[in-house]
């Protein structure tokens, strides 16, 4: 067998594509825009092959691990028939899974360091840890309770439209009422919720549900379970800054 035809140089290579138009782009600008040399030719071509062994890894890994966990997990509840337990898991899961989001975490303790230099919390370390934990806390029981309502949903059967509508109305309604400092960092926290982690475990969560269920289509049931994700924390972290 020729190494070419390896399926993991395959997935390198497919990764390497994945990442060729960021590449091109950056380098675009830097040659025929800003009309500079590439700094650290050697570091960035070091820099770029770990990127794409990482993505290559990375994208196994859910392949062999989080997804088929995910799924055969959701599935292993829903055959037990103990609403009970399918709901502490949903909400545990999708609870571990954000605190432990790496976006949410950069962005917790930026936001932390911004409020302290706008003087709206003390600049002293242990008030910036405590804006930054008290952050992740908050869009991590949104994403929790999130993932509850979304397995209710597939329970349920209810339609995905109506939910996500009436959620956004809430968003909208509150964002006249939440402090104007705290609005686009609720917003941001939709966003990097829904990122490396937390997104192969919920979605796997959604498909297996929907399996495993009588009557449910998994392309039509299975999916929306991270529209809720990235939903609930917006109203979370709105309600977390007026009662800072």
Not at 81 to 101: M, Q
Not at 103 to 120: D, Q
Not at 155 to 161: E, K, Y
Not at 168 to 189: K, N, Q
Request: charged fraction near 10%.
């Amino acid at each position: 067998m020729l190494l070419s035809n390896h399926p993991f140089i395959k997935k390198l290579f497919s990764s390497l594509l994945d990442l060729a138009p960021i590449l091109a782009v950056v380098t675009f600008f830097q040659v025929f825009i800003i009309r500079q040399p590439i700094p650290d030719v050697a570091d960035l071509i070091a820099g770029a092959f770990f990127v794409v062994l990482g993505l290559t890894l990375f994208i196994e890994g859910l392949e062999q691990s989080l997804f088929p966990l995910g799924e055969s997990m959701a599935y292993a509840f829903a055959r037990k028939g103990s609403l009970f337990w399918l709901l502490v898991f949903a909400f545990c899961l999708g609870f571990g899974t954000t605190i432990a989001e790496p976006a949410l975490i950069a962005v917790a303790n930026e936001a932390a360091s911004i409020a302290a230099k706008g003087a709206m919390i003390e600049n002293t370390a242990a008030a910036r840890e405590s804006y930054a934990l008290g952050l992740r806390l908050t869009v991590a029981l949104s994403v929790g309770i999130a993932i509850i309502i979304g397995v209710f949903r597939i329970i349920r059967g209810w339609p995905l439209p109506y939910l996500i509508i009436g959620g956004y109305c809430i968003v909208i309604a509150m964002s006249f009422f939440a402090p104007p400092e705290i609005i686009g960092l609720a917003f941001d926290s939709g966003g990097v919720t829904t990122s490396t982690i937390t997104v192969p475990l919920v979605t796997a969560l959604g498909v297996g549900l929907a399996t495993a269920i009588k009557g449910r289509n998994p392309i039509t049931d299975g999916f929306g379970l991270i529209a809720f994700a990235s939903l609930t924390p917006m109203i979370f972290v709105m309600v977390y800054g007026m009662l800072r």
